[in-house]
C-alpha cells in the first residue's frame, strides 16, 4: 500500500477549501454554552477561507432546532415515562442533523472526553464510512485520543489546540502541495473557465470596432482554438459562453458575421444544428465548413458522422435523416458536399 504522504496534489487556484461545506460536529446538550463558542471563533477565525459552515448550533433549515427550552421539555418528558413524545423532536433533530453530515465535504468536530455525546461519535462514525475528511479537536489532548478512535480516522487528523486546527486547515487550502492527502479530493470548481484562463482568453482577442479578431491558435478551418486544462475549445463559443454565462451545450454557436475568427459576442447567436446548417448553406460555405462540427466536442453531426454520410451509399436520404435528425435535403447536402 503506498504511503499516503506520497500524494500530492497540484496548487490551488485561489484556495481549495472555498465553496466546501464543514460540518462543524460536537455535544450540544450536555455542555454549559450548548456547544456554541467553539463553533463561533472557529467560523470566525476561517472566515476567509469562503467555507459553507453547517452548523446545528445554527441551523440552515427551521426544522430540528435544538435548544435549551426544548431540552427541559424532553427531560420533564422522560422522567414523566412518555418516552413516544420525548423522541419526536430527538428524532427530527438527529435526521437533520446527519443529513448535514451528508452534505458536507468534510468535518470538524470538538470532542470532551468527559462530555457523553452520542450524537457527536454517530456523526463521527457516519462520516468515516463515506471517507470524509474528519479533523477531531481534542480537549484533553491528542495524547488522550479514545484507542477506538485512533483505530478509525488516520491520526493525522487527531489535534490538541485550536491552532492546529486553524494551521491545518490553512494548509489544506492554500499550501502548493498537500501532504497527508487523508481522504481529500480536490475537484475542478464548478466554473469551466476559471479566472485565470479567462484573463488568457482575452489577451489573446484584438478589438476592432466590428469584429473582435482572435490571434491566438486555429483550428484547421479557420475558427479560433483556445485551450484551457489542456482541453481545446471553440474561441468563439468560449467568448459567447463568458457573456451570457451558458450555452446549451446541444446548441452551435454562430456568426452573424461570417468571420470565423471572431469573437465579438455581439456578432455572435446560439442556434441548432439545423441553423447551423441552414445558415450555413445560405451562406454558400458548405464545402469549406462542413466539418466545423468536429472541434465542437457537443456538435450532433461530427466529420466521422460527414464520413460515414457520405460513403454510405445504400440508404435514402430520409433514412439517414432520421438517424442523424436532420433532414432528407440536410442530408443530400452533406452527401454532395466538395470538402474531403
Ligand atoms: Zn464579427
Known amino acids: ?10 496548487s490551488p487556484a485561489e484556495n481549495r477549501l472555498r465553496y466546501m461545506r464543514g460540518y462543524l460536529c460536537g455535544a450540544m446538550d450536555r455542555v454549559v454554552d450548548g456547544g456554541e463558542a467553539w463553533r463561533v471563533a472557529l467560523q470566525r477565525d476561517l472566515a476567509k477561507l469562503g467555507v459553507f459552515w453547517l452548523d446545528p448550533t445554527q441551523k440552515p433549515i427551521d426544522i430540528g432546532i435544538e435548544d435549551p427550552e426544548m431540552r ?12 413516544a413524545e420525548a423522541s419526536i423532536p430527538i ?16 468535518l470538524v468536530a470538538n470532542l470532551d472526553l468527559e462530555v457523553h455525546a452520542c450524537g457527536t461519535y454517530e456523526e463521527l462514525f457516519l462520516a468515516n464510512r463515506q471517507k470524509k475528511p474528519v479533523i ?3 480537549e484533553q489532548g491528542k495524547q488522550n485520543v479514545p484507542n477506538w478512535l485512533l483505530g478509525t480516522f488516520p491520526h493525522e487528523m487527531f489535534f490538541s489546540t485550536w491552532g492546529e486546527v486553524r ?5 489544506i487550502a492554500y499550501s502548493p502541495t498537500v501532504k497527508h492527502l487523508n481522504r481529500w ?29 482572435w490571434n491566438g491558435r486555429q483550428f484547421p478551418n479557420g475558427y479560433g482554438n483556445f485551450r484551457c486544462r489542456g482541453k481545446q475549445h471553440l474561441a468563439h463559443r468560449v467568448a459567447y459562453e463568458l457573456v451570457t454565462g451558458y450555452i446549451d451545450p446541444r446548441l452551435h454557436v454562430l456568426h452573424q458575421c461570417d468571420n470565423p475568427q471572431c469573437v465579438n459576442p455581439s456578432h455572435l447567436f446560439a442556434g441548432s444544428q439545423k441553423n447551423n446548417i441552414h445558415d450555413m448553406f445560405s451562406k454558400g460555405r458548405q464545402g469549406a465548413r462542413i466539418q466545423s462540427g468536429e ?3 457537443n456538435a450532433k453531426l461530427t466529420l466521422k458522422d460527414v464520413k460515414a454520410i457520405r460513403s454510405n451509399t445504400t440508404d435514402s436520404h430520409a433514412v439517414l435523416g432520421r438517424k442523424y435528425d436532420m433532414s432528407a435535403v440536410q442530408i443530400g447536402h452533406i452527401r454532395r458536399g466538395k470538402s474531403r
Open 1 to 10: 500500500m503506498p504511503a499516503r504522504s506520497d500524494i500530492f496534489t497540484t
Open 72 to 83: 427541559v421539555k424532553v427531560g420533564a418528558l422522560k422522567r414523566q415515562d412518555q418516552f
Open 91 to 106: 428524532k427530527v433533530i438527529r435526521a437533520v442533523d446527519l443529513r448535514m453530515v451528508d452534505h458536507s465535504d468534510f
Open 136 to 138: 477531531i479537536h481534542i
Open 167 to 171: 494551521e491545518y486547515l490553512k494548509h
Open 185 to 213: 479530493m480536490f475537484f475542478h470548481p464548478p466554473f469551466k473557465f476559471d479566472p485565470e484562463s479567462v484573463a488568457n482568453f482575452w489577451l489573446k482577442v484584438k478589438k476592432t470596432p466590428g469584429c473582435w479578431l
Open 295 to 297: 472541434s465542437n466536442s
